[in-house]
């Protein structure tokens, strides 16, 4: 079956530690998206890419980063820099207007 | 830049009545469509529907329809004969050709049994 696969489904990090999220499609969309959801605060764009081995910041791209080598796979890591990282995590990917989601990652720093 | 804002933080609806979810939004392009998103405690997002901002027709699906005001950029999503399953958040998204989605902070809907 096509789709996005979010892995893991709950992720723990301790302070200071990075962090890599999976997220992994076979829809063959060109283009992949990385959000964050608080509570309150809806979706909020970390990083977007439009094609393999190039990508975009978000509005709140700082302590996160991304690879784009595969057409297939867009991994998000959240970095030490990132001072508040608990959070729910939705990849999402689209060909056109309508975007696909992921099931998430729920990251809690311990 | 997209802006949208989604004035009703939280809403609840008798099972069967119909609701009315409000969305309005700011976009500097000329040719972009609308979404409505529903998020359930699953948190899985699930397209409700879509507009095409060309299309004057409002766009229905099922239970689910939106009056669509391109003048005032006005995005509404009435739900009749609500059901416990549409117990869900619901986020208004626009999207133009920048290949940005733009969420708002959504709408928390409970359907009473």
């Known amino acids: 079956d096509g789709g996005i696969t979010q892995s893991p489904k709950y992720l723990f990090r301790k302070e200071g530690q990075n962090v890599t999220l999976s997220c992994e499609q076979n829809?063959?969309?060109?283009?992949m998206y990385w959000y964050r959801q608080d509570p309150g605060q809806g979706l909020r764009l970390i990083y977007y890419s439009q094609i393999v081995n190039d990508f975009q910041k978000g509005d709140i791209a700082e302590g996160y980063s991304v690879s784009r080598e595969k057409k297939e796979s867009f991994p998000l890591t959240v970095t030490s820099a990132q001072k508040n990282p608990t959070a729910f995590y939705l990849c999402a990917s689209s060909v056109g207007p309508e975007a696909f989601f992921g099931q998430g990652t729920r990251l809690t720093v311990v | 830049a997209q802006t949208v804002t989604q004035s009703q933080p939280e809403m609840s609806v008798q099972e069967a009545e119909t609701v009315t979810l409000s969305c309005t939004y700011d976009t500097s392009e000329s040719n972009y469509y609308l979404f409505w998103y529903k998020q359930p405690p699953s948190r899985q997002m699930i397209l409700v529907i879509r507009q095409e901002a060309y299309k004057q027709q409002n766009a229905t699906e099922n239970r689910f329809s939106v009056n669509f005001q391109k003048a005032a950029k006005s995005f509404s999503l009435k739900i009749s004969d609500s059901q416990l399953g549409d117990t869900a958040m619901y986020f208004c998204?626009?999207?133009?050709?920048?290949?940005?989605?733009?969420f708002g902070t959504g709408t928390r809907l409970k359907v009473l049994a």
């Open positions: 829809l063959n969309h060109d283009a």
């Open positions: 998204a626009p999207w133009g050709g920048t290949y940005k989605y733009i």
